[in-house]
C-alpha cells in the first residue's frame, strides 16, 4: 500500500488542486451559486438606466441560472452515453477510485463479484482517504488479502490515474476494469487511458437511498470536470 507519507510528488499542482477545491466547495451548494448570479443580474439592472439593457440584463441572469440548473442534467447524460460498453474481457486488475463513504460498500462489492466471476484476480484501489477503509471492505468480501492492494496518495483523477500506473505498470499491468461511477467514468476512462492502460469501463451503481440532489451536484461537478480535463490536454 502506497501511503501519504511516502507519496511522491508527481501528481496535481497545488494551485490547481486549490482550484478544484474552491469550485467543488461551490458546486455543493447550487443554492448559493444561484444567489451569487441572481444578485449580479439585479445590482446589474438596478445600475442600468437604458430600458433595452436592463432587459438584456435580466435576460442574462435567467440564462446563466438555467446553464447552472440544465447543464448537470444534459451532462451527465451525455457523459453516462458516451461510455464504451464493458467488452465483458478478462484484465490483470480491477481498479476501484473511491468518493467517499457512501460509495464505498457498492465498489467494493462490485469489484468483489468481478474477482469472484473470473474477469480479474486482483483488485487496485485508488484515492486518498479512501483505499484503507476499501481494502478492509474487500477482505471482508472474502478476497485473499494478497490480492488486494492500492494507494492512499491521489487526490484528484489525474493523480488516481499516475498513482496507480506508477505501481501497477512496473508489475506487467496492461489492461484494467476501471470501476467508478457512471458520470465520472468518461473523464477517468480516458485520463487512465492517456497514462498507457487499456481500460475496460465497469460504471458502479449509485446506492440505494443516494440523494437526487447528491447524483445532481456529481453530475455538475463531473462536467466541469470533463470539459476542464480536456482543455487541459489530460486525455
Not at 442534467?73 to 464493458?86: E, F, M, N, R, Y
Not at 496518495?153 to 489492461?175: D, F, H, M, W
Request: hydrophobic share 45%.
Amino acid at each position: 500500500m502506497l501511503d501519504a507519507p511516502v507519496c511522491n510528488t508527481i501528481g496535481t499542482s497545488q494551485q490547481w488542486l486549490q482550484f478544484t477545491q474552491t469550485m467543488g466547495k461551490v458546486v455543493n451548494q447550487p443554492s448559493s451559486l444561484l444567489l451569487i448570479v441572481g444578485m449580479v443580474g439585479l445590482v446589474a439592472w438596478l445600475g442600468l438606466q437604458h430600458r433595452a439593457l436592463r432587459r438584456w440584463s435580466l435576460r442574462a441572469s435567467l440564462g446563466a441560472m438555467a446553464v447552472v440548473v440544465l447543464v448537470p442534467l444534459l451532462g451527465s447524460v451525455l457523459l453516462v452515453t458516451l461510455i464504451p460498453a464493458d467488452s465483458g474481457q478478462s484484465a490483470d486488475v480491477v481498479v476501484i477510485l473511491g468518493r467517499g463513504p457512501e460509495l464505498r460498500d457498492v465498489r467494493t462489492a462490485v469489484a468483489a463479484e468481478l474477482v469472484e466471476t473470473g474477469r480479474a484476480g486482483r483488485v487496485f484501489v485508488s484515492g486518498t482517504g479512501d483505499a484503507h477503509s476499501m481494502v478492509e471492505l474487500l477482505r471482508e468480501e472474502g478476497l485473499d488479502p494478497a490480492a488486494v492492494d492500492g494507494e492512499n496518495c491521489s487526490r484528484t483523477t489525474k493523480e488516481n490515474a499516475l498513482y496507480t500506473a506508477q505501481i501497477l505498470k512496473p508489475q506487467g499491468v496492461e489492461r484494467i476494469i476501471l470501476v467508478t461511477d457512471a458520470p465520472h467514468m468518461l473523464r477517468s476512462h480516458l485520463t487512465f487511458r492517456n497514462v498507457g492502460f487499456e481500460v475496460i469501463p465497469h460504471p458502479s451503481p449509485f446506492p440505494p437511498g443516494f440523494s437526487r440532489y447528491s447524483k445532481q451536484v456529481i453530475g455538475l461537478r463531473e462536467t466541469a470536470g470533463f470539459v476542464a480535463y480536456g482543455l487541459l490536454g489530460r486525455y
